[in-house]
Structures are given as C-alpha cells and as structure tokens.
C-alpha cells in the first residue's frame, strides 16, 4: 500500500528565501506524485505532477519538485518565496494499482515573513 | 467555468440530524470523490464514483452515503449526524476513470459542525 510523509506541519521562510517543502513516499509500485495547494477557504489547486520521464517538474507559481526514486523522495521548492505563497501544500501520491485513490499527506502551512 | 460547485457552504446540524450535500461539476470529468478535511489528518476519502452508475467506498464511509444521481451530480447524505463528522467536506472530480495518473478539480468545501 502506498503512504505519503510531509516532514513538518509548519514551516516560516522570509519574502525572498528558498522554499523546501519536503514529501517522502512508499510504494510498491512505480508512483504518480502530485503537490497541491489550498489558499484559506478555498479547496486544493494543482501545483505540479509527476508522472513518468522527466524527474524535475516545473508547475504554476514557480514551484518545482525533483522525484528521486533512491531516496523516495517528492520535494517541492521555490526560490524565491512571496508573500501570495503562504497557503498549506499538500503531496498526494497515487498508483496505477486499481484503486482509484489518491493517498494524501497531512500538509503543511507555509508562512511567509516579511 | 464554474468546475466544481458545492452546496451548502456552511450548515450547523444537531445530533441525529440528517443532511445532503450536494455536488455537481461541469467538466464532463467521469469521476467524482468526497473527501474529509480534518486538522493534521489531510484529506481522506468517504466514497468515490469512477463513473455514472458506480459508487465505492473510500477509507472513511461509515456514517455516510452517496448518490451518483448523473455524470454532473454526486451528493453525500449523512443520516444520523454526530459530533465526529464536524469537519469540512470537499468533492471533487477527474477527466480519467483511472484516478492514478489524472488531477483533481476540487471545489470550496462545506464547512460542517454537528453540535
């Protein structure tokens, strides 16, 4: 069965700091991998995917994250952060095993200091 | 584009009171999902639809039902509220019936608290 890790609930970063938002999962089977964020009062929106070939993904807002199968690894980066970034992301992974289910984590909130 | 749209926004039930939220899409998507938001657990699946006609419990069901009633429409119906079910409900929907490598399309949510 496939899991999905976000080390840490909460992370602050100033305005203009490299944001890492870090995702670790498991499965069995080659894995879809997914980052999503939610603004307040809003539901998730589609960052960025990872499917298959290339392993560094660009998404919306200048986020990307690497998929590293060696250290089972989907992390989520910024270069440089913005005060409209502060939300609560979360990595969602899923697998072409017949389950018609996205497995998510628990998210994290990101605030950004000014 | 409307995507995803549910009703009610927010409702306050008591226990052992009953309630439907409703959820429709206008994406022509096949699959429809309700989820649970609660704080530190991320979202966790109730039901899922893979397409019109079939429905099929997620990690979550007890307590609740669904209803594809057509391709666009796929409500969940608590029958019995309790103060466990407080949390906030989002549908959502994908283009493909095979979920694993399609996005999600949520809407905003429902915010519930059952006193």
């Known amino acids: 069965a496939q899991s999905v890790t976000q080390l840490g609930s909460h992370v602050s970063v100033s305005e203009g700091a490299l944001v890492l938002l870090r995702c670790n999962y498991s499965s069995s089977v080659p894995p879809y991998l997914f980052w999503y964020v939610q603004y307040p009062n809003q539901g998730l929106q589609l960052l960025l995917k990872?499917?298959?070939?290339?392993?560094l993904v660009k998404g919306i807002n200048g986020f990307e994250a690497e998929f590293k199968k060696s250290e089972t690894s989907f992390h989520l980066t910024k270069p440089s952060a913005h005060m409209s970034d502060a939300a609560e992301y979360f990595c969602a992974v899923s697998t072409p095993s017949g389950t018609y289910k996205y497995i998510f984590g628990t998210g994290t909130r990101l605030k950004v200091l000014a | 584009n409307a995507g995803v749209t549910q009703t009610p926004k927010f409702q306050v039930l008591k226990t052992g009171q009953s309630m439907t939220l409703q959820c429709a899409q206008d994406m022509n998507h096949n699959s429809m999902y309700w989820y649970r938001q609660d704080p530190g657990m991320g979202l966790r699946l109730i039901y899922y639809s893979a397409s019109e006609g079939t429905t099929d419990k997620g990690e979550v069901p007890n307590g609740y039902n669904v209803s594809r009633l057509n391709k666009r429409e796929f409500s969940l119906r608590l029958e019995s509220a309790a103060p466990s079910q407080t949390s906030v409900y989002f549908c959502?929907?994908?283009?493909?019936?095979?979920?694993?490598?399609?996005?999600?399309?949520f809407g905003n949510g429902t915010r519930l608290t059952v006193t």
């Open positions: 959502a929907s994908s283009e493909a019936q095979r979920t694993y490598n399609s996005p999600l399309h």
């Open positions: 990872y499917t298959t070939g290339a392993t």
